[in-house]
């Protein structure tokens, strides 16, 4: 999602749905359906202030001197 343009879609991120399943994808723009854009955009709020916050850190391992 953008500043004009959704873009809702059924694929999963691994290499198994995209390989082995029907998919599809709807794009609404801003213009076209602002209602629809509009409550796309209040869900994706939604689902961002109730996933949690991952915090990763990386520490580079000096390799091993034989």
């Given at each position: ?6 873009l809702i879609t059924s694929m999963n991120l691994y ?52």
């Amino acid at each position: 999602m953008n500043e004009t343009e959704a873009l809702i879609t059924s694929m999963n991120l691994y290499e198994y749905s995209q390989q082995n399943n029907q998919e599809m994808g709807i794009l609404i723009t801003k213009n076209d359906d602002l209602k629809l854009y509009d409550d796309i955009y209040t869900e994706a709020i939604k689902i961002l202030r109730m996933s949690e916050e991952i915090k990763i850190i990386v520490e580079k391992i000096p390799p091993k001197i034989k």
